[in-house]
């Protein structure tokens, strides 16, 4: 079958042949020029650069179809455009790959990003917490400080008070002094009038003192149950010069200090009182009889 080609009629058979062979040609490049176009649009979607040779190659299918529709009138130039038409297609496969590496790399970036994120997330919360930890013993330190001033400020008084008691000790320790001193001349003293006492009393004997005896002198004779002064010559038997009935010590309270009579027998009568801090003295030339009644028990 003829194929119009314009003017100069048909062409013969080699010719229609080859004609639609570059008619086939046309086709497949249309057919390339649309599939390229369906990938650039589909690598658009992933990167730019892919977009760019995605409207390139759709340019490109453009033109091829043009130049199929041109075909008829020359196959050379339906054969250079189903080479650029494969040309772009594989630039835009191309461009294809590189965008799935930049979306790979871009995935890997975040990942990395997340990562560091996570990382930045976890020392915050170390540093947070060690600025608490930080707080925390500063305050125990202040607390500390606190305390040793305290301590101190105690110290400093019980050193004031142990200064003062050490002077108050001082202070006894001296007037003990003075009064073991006192004491010793008030115990030399008692060793001298008890000294000058035994020298004057004897005590209880059964029988006269003969030596070294002196004018004044006394001993209590157990055998008579009396007491016997020497009168320088002889031990005679003490008598008082006079008497003090019972009736004069009846319903009696001595309630001041009371020094009886020399050569005095006194004889106590019934409710006799001597009040508590009183002294009553009996000189050793007389008696005091202190009869007991069953009503009254206490002196």
Do not use: C
């Not at 003017?7 to 010719?15: L, M, R, V």
């Not at 001082?170 to 007037?175: G, L, R």
């Amino acid at each position: 079958m003829a194929i119009y080609r314009g003017i100069g009629g048909s062409g013969d058979s080699t010719q229609d042949s080859t004609l639609n062979e570059i008619t086939q040609k046309a086709i497949d490049a249309n057919n390339s020029a649309t599939a390229a176009a369906d990938s650039a649009t589909t690598a658009a979607a992933s990167e730019s650069t892919v977009a760019g040779s995605a409207t390139a190659a759709a340019n490109a299918a453009t033109q091829a179809a043009l130049s199929a529709t041109g075909a008829a009138t020359s196959k050379d130039t339906a054969v250079a455009q189903g080479t650029i038409a494969t040309t772009k297609a594989s630039e835009a496969a191309s461009s294809e790959t590189a965008a799935a590496s930049s979306a790979s790399g871009a995935a890997n970036s975040a990942t990395a990003a997340a990562s560091s994120a996570s990382t930045a997330t976890t020392k915050a919360s170390e540093a947070s917490t060690s600025a608490s930890t930080a707080t925390t013993k500063a305050s125990e330190a202040s607390t500390s400080a606190s305390t040793a001033s305290t301590h101190a400020s105690t110290a400093t008084t019980q050193a004031s008070t142990a200064t003062t008691k050490a002077d108050t000790a001082t202070t006894k320790a001296s007037e003990a002094s003075t009064s073991a001193g006192n004491a010793a001349t008030s115990a030399t003293s008692a060793a001298s009038s008890l000294s000058t006492f035994q020298g004057i009393f004897y005590g209880a004997l059964s029988s006269e003192p003969t030596s070294s005896v002196a004018t004044g002198d006394l001993y209590f004779d157990t055998v008579a149950n009396t007491t016997k002064v020497y009168n320088g010559a002889t031990w005679q038997v003490v008598s008082p010069t006079s008497v003090v009935e019972p009736a004069a010590w009846t319903n009696r309270t001595i309630s001041s200090s009371l020094v009886l009579d020399n050569n005095t027998y006194y004889n106590t009568g019934s409710n006799f009182v001597v009040n508590h801090g009183v002294q009553l003295t009996v000189p050793l030339s007389s008696v005091l009889e202190i009869h007991y009644y069953e009503t009254q028990k206490s002196l």
